[in-house]
């Protein structure tokens, strides 16, 4: 993918405000149905996206960024929004934990392969930049999941599986 400045930092604030919305929702309803653990985890995790965004958007500076339609967007799902398996209200920390990290894992994907595509240089040196972000999120995710227990009951996703960072 190659990006003019603007559009990439237009993509990387939107993918953060994603991820951002994406978090609060799971929050607000794990804490409606008393998963006040889960709840917990998503809004960190929305926090942390918020700074990211807010970093972002420090570094626009005078830059004049592309209003883009939601068609616009060069992604099918933004990297930071994984699938529907995280509403349901009886998810457990540790399988809340593991969905954040395949959020910041695609995230991570998404900054390394414009990292490697891109032909505008500081379009190179940012994307890399937050790519080492996400990196320090999943590795703190790692961290989280290591310290949490593991459901009690057999799920369908092996726990051991997680990708390599």
């Known amino acids: 993918m190659s990006y003019t400045l603007p559009e990439f930092l237009a993509h990387a604030i939107a993918m953060e ?7 609060l929702e799971l929050a607000d309803m794990m804490e409606a149905h008393r998963n006040d653990a889960v709840s917990k985890v998503f809004r960190d995790m929305s926090h942390f996206s918020e700074l990211h965004r807010d970093s972002i958007r420090e570094r ?61 240089s500081e379009v190179k040196r940012l994307a890399s930049e937050f790519a080492a972000e996400e990196r320090e999120h999943v590795l703190a995710l790692d961290e989280w999941l290591a310290r949490t227990p ?16």
Request: no cysteine; net charge negative; aromatic share 14%.
């Open 17 to 23: 405000q994603e991820a951002v919305d994406r978090y």
């Open 60 to 120: 626009v500076g005078a830059t004049e960024l592309p209003k883009l339609k939601s068609w616009q967007y060069r992604w099918r799902t933004p990297p930071e929004v994984g699938g529907e398996e995280a509403f349901d209200y009886l998810l457990e920390a540790f399988n809340a934990l593991k969905y954040a990290r395949g959020n910041e894992m695609r995230s991570l994907k998404y900054y390394r392969s414009v990292a490697g595509e891109s032909q505008d």
């Open 150 to 165: 593991r459901p009690s009951t057999t799920f369908a996703d092996d726990p051991e599986s997680m990708e390599p960072v």
